[in-house]
C-alpha cells in the first residue's frame, strides 16, 4: 500500500487555491493525479485468493445448521480445509438469510466478518436508497463495509466509489463486485475522513458512520459515532452537492437535525414494523425549510408510506375520541419513530384515544392506514376480578400495551393469558384516564 498522506504533501505541497469548488486549476489537477494514483496502488495490491472453491461452497451448505463452536473444536477432522474461516462464512450468512435473500442464496460471495454481516442493510432499505439519487449520477460510498449499499446503488448510479479502510473488506467486496456483474464500482482502500481533500467530485456521497466505539458500546448519538459526520460535513459539501447518511434508528431526530445544518428530507426505515435506520439527506445550498419526513414501513402486504414535515406536527390539533368506535388502529414503526401523533389523526380522519397512548379509532375502517387496522369486538374496563377470570374467555392472545401501567409479561402473568391466537388486546388508558383492554380482531 501507498502511504499516501506523504504523497499529498509531495504533490500539492507547493500549489496554490483554496478548497472546491474554487480550487485553481492546478491543485484541482494535482488532486485529480494523487486520486488517481492512490487508486492504482490500492486496486492492483489486491490478493486473488478471495473466490471460494466448489468444496469450499458445498462445505457451508452442509454445515450451515451445526453448533459452529462444536465444528471450530473438531477442525482436525477436516484436513485441507479453513476451519475458522468457513465457520465465519456459515456465521455471517445465518445473519443475512432473512434480510439479504438474494446474496444468502449465492454461494460464491465472500464475508469478510459476522459483525459486516449484523450491522449491513437489508435488502428493502439497500434498494429504496436508490430513490434517492438520479440516473447516470456518480457516487462515492466513503465507508463502504460489506457492499450492500454500494452494490444496490451501483444499479442505479452510472459509477460508485467504494472507499473502506480495512483491507479485508475491499477484498471481500472486490470480489463480490465481480461475482454480481457490478463493473461500475471502483474499490479503493483507504480512510475517507483522512484523504478528504483529495476524495473525487461526485453527485452524492453516502455515508454509514460506525455505531461501535473503541469499547465495542454501541453508540446512537451522531456526535459519538465515527467518522464525526457533523465535522466533515462543510468540506464533503465543497465536493458534493448532497450528502445521504445512514444513522441509527435510535437516533434523535429533532437534535439529529441541529448537528446537520442543511438537510432536506429524512427517511425513517421499518422492516416489518421494526425500525432499521434512518437517512438523512443534506444538501448544499439548502434553502432551510423544514426537511420533508418520510416515514416507510415494508410489510408482507407491500409497502407503506407517510410523509408530514415536524412544522406540520407542531401545528396540528390533537383530536381526541371520547369513545373507543368500531375500529381501532396503531401507527407503524416508522411513523411512531418519526413522532407523527398528530398528523396522522388529521391526515387519515382518525381520532386518538389519549395523548400519550398512540392508539386511534374510527367509526368506519381507513384501508389506507399506515399501520395495523383492526375491528374492535370488545372494550373491558380494566380491575383486578377481570384479570383473574380473563383467561377463560380469551385463553390466548397477542398482547400490546400503550400508555399502560404494567408491561405485557406483566399483564399475561396476571390474567394467565397464553401469546399467539387470532385474538389481539391493546392494553391502554383513556382520554378521560379509565384503563381498559380493547379485545380486536385483524380488520
Known amino acids: 500500500m501507498v502511504e499516501w498522506a506523504a504523497l499529498e504533501m509531495r504533490c500539492t505541497g507547493n500549489c496554490t487555491g483554496g478548497s472546491n ?7 484541482r489537477m494535482c488532486h485529480q493525479i494523487l486520486w488517481h494514483i492512490l487508486f492504482f496502488y490500492v486496486v ?27 465444528l471450530l ?47 449491513c442493510s437489508s435488502e428493502q432499505t439497500a434498494a429504496y436508497k436508490q430513490e434517492l439519487i438520479g440516473e447516470g449520477w456518480t457516487v462515492c460510498d466513503l465507508t463502504g463495509g460489506l457492499g450492500i449499499d454500494s452494490y444496490f446503488l451501483s444499479r442505479k448510479a452510472k459509477h460508485l466509489t467504494y472507499i473502506e479502510r480495512f483491507p479485508a473488506y475491499c477484498e471481500a467486496a472486490k470480489h463480490n463486485f465481480s461475482v454480481l456483474g457490478a463493473g461500475n464500482i471502483t474499490v479503493v482502500n483507504a480512510d475517507s475522513t483522512q484523504s478528504v481533500d483529495i476524495l473525487p467530485e461526485v453527485d452524492a456521497f453516502y455515508i454509514d458512520p460506525a455505531r461501535r466505539g473503541e469499547s465495542r458500546k454501541r453508540a446512537f448519538a451522531l456526535q459519538d459515532c465515527e467518522p464525526d459526520l457533523p465535522g466533515l460535513l462543510p468540506e464533503l459539501l465543497k465536493r458534493s452537492p448532497r450528502i445521504i447518511a445512514k444513522l441509527s434508528p435510535m437516533a434523535d431526530i429533532q437534535m439529529t437535525l441541529d448537528l446537520l445544518p442543511g438537510t432536506t428530507s429524512v427517511h425513517v426505515l421499518s422492516v416489518k414494523n421494526e425500525c432499521k435506520e434512518l437517512l438523512f439527506v443534506t444538501e448544499r445550498g439548502a434553502d432551510g425549510r423544514e426537511p420533508a419526513i418520510h416515514c416507510i414501513n415494508f410489510g408482507l402486504d407491500g409497502r407503506q408510506s407517510f410523509l408530514f ?135
Open 73 to 119: 473444536l473438531s477442525a482436525a477432522k477436516y484436513p485441507g480445509m479453513d476451519i475458522p474461516f468457513l465457520a465465519d462464512q456459515i456465521a455471517a450468512r445465518r445473519q443475512i438469510r432473512e434480510k439479504l435473500p438474494s446474496w444468502y442464496e449465492n454461494g460464491q460471495l465472500v464475508f469478510p466478518a459476522k459483525i459486516a454481516a449484523e450491522q
Open 309 to 443: 414535515t415536524l412544522e406540520e406536527e407542531r401545528n396540528a390539533p390533537l383530536i381526541p375520541a371520547g369513545r373507543v368506535a368500531g375500529y381501532l388502529y396503531e401507527p407503524n414503526a416508522s411513523v411512531l419513530k418519526a413522532g407523527a401523533f398528530k398528523q396522522i389523526a388529521v391526515r387519515m380522519g382518525v381520532k386518538k384515544l389519549q395523548v400519550s397512548s398512540h392508539l386511534y379509532t374510527s367509526d368506519q375502517l381507513i384501508p389506507g392506514f399506515p399501520g395495523r387496522r383492526f375491528r374492535v369486538d370488545e372494550v373491558l374496563p380494566f380491575t383486578g376480578k377481570l384479570c383473574k377470570g380473563l383467561s377463560k374467555t380469551i385463553p390466548q392472545a397477542n398482547i400490546t400495551v400503550r400508555n399502560f401501567p404494567l408491561s405485557v409479561e406483566e399483564l399475561r402473568k396476571r390474567t394467565k393469558i397464553a401469546d399467539g391466537g387470532s385474538v389481539y388486546l391493546f392494553a391502554t388508558t383513556l382520554a378521560d384516564g379509565e384503563k381498559v383492554l380493547v379485545r380486536c380482531t385483524k380488520a
Open 21 to 27: 469548488p474554487s480550487l485553481s486549476a492546478e491543485k
Open 44 to 70: 492492483t495490491d489486491f490478493s486473488a485468493d478471495m473466490e471460494l472453491t466448489t468444496s469450499h461452497i458445498q462445505f457451508i451448505k452442509e454445515h450451515a445448521t451445526d453448533d459452529l463452536a462444536r
